[in-house]
């Protein structure tokens, strides 16, 4: 189970009151009555209520005497392959960003319950592969997933800016003797995207 203070945007530490306005701000957003006759209707249907549930569940957790924290034994974990949202993709992110994508991309195979944040990190992971067309895939998906989430958004902005024609960027087989000049602004303009995406300061290609 994803932890439902992640869904809410607030800490475990967090007041009931400011729960009560976390919880009221994304339902605002995400009203049935802000969506008619909107493609977007669905997905803004499936945030509602995943907000509605992760409200509930912190509810039921202050109320059962356990100071109101979520144990991340709750979620998924362990033999059958799942984990707990919050704990795992954190753990992801800091390997994609030490540049341990082999580690970061089993930790994502590993996941059964997909959601958005699980396709923008695995479009990271093929993004550094050089697998850029899968990587768009994935951004497209976690953006249909997430339509509001400016992380997703501004990652599939720069995979849709064409400046990447090859899925397999990294591959040149018109070049054996070495990498030319335009692969290596290639490649730093792809470090640059990466780790701008990961929160980190990069050099860009002039």
Known sequence: MKNPYEILGVSENASDEEIKKAYRKLAKQYHPDNYTDNPLKDLADEKMKEVNEAYDTIQKLRSSGSNGSFNSNNGRSGTNGSY???SVYSRIRRLISAGRIGEAETMLNGISDRNAEWHFLMSLVL??????QDARNEINIACQMDPYNQEYRSFQQRMSGGAYSSPYSGMNTNNAGGCSGCDVCQALLCADCCCECMGGDCIRCC
């Open 84 to 86: 707990s949202g919050e």
């Open 127 to 132: 993004y550094r592969k050089g697998w850029l």
